[in-house]
């Protein structure tokens, strides 16, 4: 196994521990007001429906899944993913997070796609024929047409799927950042109106 392989392994593994390790350290550096929560709103409310919208496409291992928002990006949740972090991290307004946000995801997410690709290449023979006509993670303007009969699912939205991937979780991940950010806004206006008598 290579150098590169074994990061990929590694990148794959810790993602989503290393995830609630930054979501800790966000909401200690974290330097809210109530403009940027309001702002982070702009990219985190598209990058939760687009998460919500592709996990009711996406069948894991099962079939390459190119249409809804795969018809556009490679990878929907991953960009939504992304969406989201970066509003929270506009929402904070704290340099050192974006950048270490930045940092994590070139060196968590970039790996991990790279070995998710690898094993869809290795699955899927229609992958590098779909891998043509649509870009890595940032999307298409028009939607990558393909025939209608090769999804066997129909290529449709399922709410099912929907529920399967347990997309509502991202919902409430992010209800609780937003209160947690209200909660330290407060406080700390509770603090600064304390020391002012």
């Known amino acids: 196994m290579s150098e590169r392989t074994r990061w990929q392994a590694i990148a794959r593994r810790i993602r989503v521990p290393l995830g609630f390790v930054f979501a800790g350290v966000f909401l200690w ?35 390459l899944t190119f249409t809804g928002p795969y018809a556009y990006t490679r990878n929907p949740l991953y960009l939504g993913s992304m969406m989201i972090a970066f509003g929270f991290a506009a929402a904070a307004a704290n340099w050192v997070i974006l950048i270490a946000l930045a940092v994590l995801f070139a060196a968590i997410y970039v790996p991990t796609i790279l070995s998710e690709e690898a094993y869809l290449r290795e699955h899927f023979a229609g992958f590098d024929a779909y891998a043509a006509k649509v870009p890595r993670l940032l999307p298409r303007l028009t939607p990558a047409s393909f025939p209608a009969d090769e999804n066997a699912s129909g290529g ?5 799927q929907w529920r399967h991937h347990r997309e509502y979780n991202a919902l409430m991940g992010a209800g609780a950042i937003y209160l947690a950010l209200a909660v330290r806004l407060v406080l700390h206006h509770k603090e600064v109106m304390g020391g002012l008598r």
């Open 156 to 160: 449709r939205f399922s709410g099912e």
């Open 29 to 63: 550096r974290a330097q809210p007001t109530w403009k940027t929560m309001l702002l982070s709103l702009l990219l985190v409310v598209p990058g939760l429906w687009l998460r919500a919208y592709a996990a009711g496409y996406v069948r894991k291992n099962a079939e």
